[in-house]
């Protein structure tokens, strides 16, 4: 059974930085792109990041110069960077592949989601 999970949530001060990871487990993602959305409370489930196999990265513009993502295919994980955070990225935190090799990741083209994690942005 293929699993992703997250790990590294939890609860920050504005201005400050978190690092989440994702395992893939059961299988490795080397080919797919992977990436990152979250939810807010009342909010649609919204693109952050991602990263193809190949190297191409995208980021929502909320994001661009304080989010950075990467991917360790040896590992099978993929991270999510976020520094000089803001109470406006309090959400649930997934990850989540595709096998379309586009950085710019639609939400009806994710195979696998992650279960979540939550993170906190103090004001």
């Known amino acids: 059974q293929v699993r992703l999970v997250e790990s590294g949530g939890g609860m920050v001060q504005d201005g400050g930085s978190l690092r989440l990871s994702c395992l893939a487990s059961?299988?490795?993602?080397?080919?797919?792109?992977v990436g990152w959305f979250r939810q807010a409370p009342g909010k649609e489930r919204e693109f952050v990041a991602a990263?193809?196999?190949?190297?191409?990265?995208a980021y929502a513009d909320s994001v661009t110069g304080r989010f950075t993502i990467s991917r360790d295919n040896s590992l099978s994980t993929v991270y999510l960077q976020m520094n000089n955070m803001n109470p406006e990225d309090t959400a649930v935190y997934y990850c989540?592949?595709?096998?379309?090799?586009?950085?710019?990741?639609?939400?009806?083209?994710?195979?696998?989601w992650g279960q979540g994690t939550q993170v906190t942005v103090s004001s």
């Open positions: 990263a193809t196999w190949r190297g191409n990265i």
């Open positions: 059961g299988r490795t993602f080397s080919t797919d792109t």
């Open positions: 989540a592949t595709s096998w379309v090799q586009r950085a710019t990741m639609r939400r009806d083209e994710v195979t696998r």
